[in-house]
């Protein structure tokens, strides 16, 4: 349904809806802006949208655009949008506006060709439906860039990671690793304080960035979060794709 991203790329999930791959995606599309990169974000779809002036908006377009200092309008970063904040299919369903799989590629297209990297941010889990037939773990494989997989940092999130790890390999999509996000620096819980250590144990997946909880505004991230995904060499891994 979707072409391969011909320009090296990352595609940013998560174990669940509201675990904050909006923030992760855009401090990975801020890391490569501040490195002179021509940065394209891409949010496939979005649901959830505000009405403004100019149409239905995603919000996390908007954010995204913003830290990746983006020249592209925000329908072709955001190529399909809804109102109702339900996964893709449902809302589609409802808003009796089906998915339009040849928009995103579009998007895809028309970005990479005046771009050095893209960021693509999915919806919710790997296993959300897309359409009546797809899922997000099917975008993935389309596109062929490695993935980054966004995890809560507390009770429960082993099991969270593990499984979407699972579906992925499954696959034969590429991990680049697990990004704990909103971690508490204060008062962790010995859970939070154990669960980056199990998820490479168990998982065989490689902690890239533990980021704190901390201010994410459109084009404003907090500092802590600008040095928490610093050290990460993102760049090696947009390459590091699947064959």
């Known amino acids: 349904m979707l072409a391969r991203v011909p ?3 990352i595609f940013v999930t998560g174990t669940d ?3 904050g791959k909006t923030v992760i995606a855009g401090a990975i599309a801020d890391w490569f802006r501040r490195r002179g990169s021509r940065v394209a974000v891409l949010k496939p779809a979005a649901t959830g949208c505000v009405h403004r002036r100019e149409g ?3 919000e996390d377009a908007e954010f995204l655009a913003a830290c990746a200092d983006a020249r592209f309008p925000l329908d072709l970063i955001c190529p399909q949008r809804y109102e109702e904040p339900l996964a893709p299919a449902v809302a589609a369903e409802r808003a009796k506006q089906p998915l339009d799989w040849d928009a995103i590629d579009r998007s895809i ?3 990479s060709r005046e771009s050095d990297v893209m960021i693509v941010e999915g919806v919710g889990g790997v296993m959300v439906p897309m359409d009546a037939k797809h899922t997000v773990l099917d975008m993935a494989v ?5 993935a980054v997989i966004v995890a809560r940092p507390h009770l429960g999130t082993i ?3 593990l499984l979407t790890a699972e579906a992925l390999r499954s696959r034969s999509v590429k991990i680049a690793g697990v990004v704990i996000n909103q971690y508490r620096t204060d008062g962790a819980s010995v859970a939070e304080e154990t669960n980056g250590r199990a998820i490479e144990k168990w998982g065989k997946l490689s902690i890239l960035a533990t980021v704190p909880a901390g201010r994410a505004s459109a084009g404003d991230l907090s500092p802590d979060i600008v040095a928490a995904v610093e050290p990460v060499d993102w760049e090696a891994l947009a390459r590091n794709r699947a064959s």
Do not use: C, F
């Open 7 to 9: 320009i090296p790329s």
């Open 17 to 19: 809806t509201g675990v």
């Open 56 to 58: 239905l908006v995603s």
């Open 109 to 111: 297209r028309l970005m």
């Open 142 to 146: 389309w596109l062929g860039a490695p």
């Open 159 to 161: 099991n969270h990671t």
